[in-house]
């Protein structure tokens, strides 16, 4: 993974009277700016000013995608709708990130795989919106089931109902695509199961205690056990994907900032509740 001076994006305007002159626009290197080629007139250059101001900058480049400083900074923000998230931890820079490029390298090869089948339907949206509201931890607490106690919610984030939308979608669909692309032709043996069951769900019941029968138990040991032979396949994916992938960090202050192990690949392509 490169290193190297952060790109700065800015919008620095040179505007003599009366008019605004011409226009460039460079947006592959993350780099804009608009102004006006020199004027002939004396006057015209003692009147005009010359003014920078840096909007946003290049943090990373993903296979020619860039990675700007505010989709960080709205990473961050939305990291609190996220279930994995520990509510007494605060997702750092270089972690929001490691799932930014994670997720980047995920939405290009379901691009490259042309999947127009996942995207989320509307019913699936509102559900998930839906469990965010009344099941997160921290929605609970700030009552975001009542439509005042959810706009007060979102205020205090600085998030909005779109943006929250817009994540929403998102993650359904990348979702979706690990579903799709990982989980068909995984069969659950019966001696997968049986063993969960004696080896994993007895011990964590107490002597006396109802242990509920194999049979009823069978469909959710299932469950966890495809989702874990799912995870395992998209962990060496994503591994394999960024080792091959061309992940550039352009902010060394976030280039010597190690992952922290607890972001896992699943966690960070967008894994929720």
């Not at 795989?113 to 509307?122: F, H, L, N, Q, V």
């Not at 990348?174 to 995984?186: D, T």
């Not at 069978?218 to 061309?246: A, K, M, Y």
Request: hydrophobic share 40%; net charge negative; glycine share 2%.
């Amino acid at each position: 993974m490169r290193t190297s001076k952060p790109i700065l994006a800015k919008f620095s305007c040179k505007i003599p009277a009366p008019s605004l002159a011409g226009l460039l626009l460079l947006t592959a290197a993350g780099l804009c700016w608009a102004q006006t080629p020199q004027s002939n007139s004396a006057s015209n250059q003692a009147s005009s000013s010359a003014s920078t101001i840096v909007l946003d900058r290049a943090i990373a480049v993903v296979n020619r995608h860039v990675i700007l400083a505010s989709d960080l900074d709205d990473e961050i923000r939305l990291s609190v709708l996220d279930a994995n998230s520990a509510p007494q931890q605060n997702l750092t820079r270089r972690q929001a990130l490691d799932k930014l490029i994670s997720r980047t390298l995920i939405e290009q090869q379901i691009r490259q795989e042309d999947m127009p089948a996942i995207e989320p339907s509307p019913e699936a949206v509102t559900e998930r919106l839906h469990q965010i509201r009344t099941e997160l931890p921290i929605c609970i607490r700030q009552n975001c089931a009542a439509d005042s106690g959810w706009k007060a919610f979102l205020a205090a984030h600085a998030l909005t109902e779109q943006r929250v939308d817009a994540f929403l979608r998102y993650r359904l669909e990348i979702l979706s695509f690990i579903e799709e692309r990982f989980r068909q032709g995984i069969q659950i043996s019966e001696q997968q199961v049986e063993a969960y069951y004696n080896n994993t769900l007895l011990p964590e019941y107490a002597p006396g205690e109802t242990v509920p029968p194999l049979a009823e138990v069978t469909p959710r040991i299932q469950e966890i056990l495809l989702q874990q032979q799912v995870n395992d396949l998209f962990d060496n994916w994503l591994t394999n994907l960024r080792q091959q992938g061309d992940v550039e960090i352009l902010d060394p202050a976030l280039a010597s900032d190690p992952v922290a192990p607890e972001i896992s690949p699943v966690a960070a392509a967008g894994s929720s509740q």
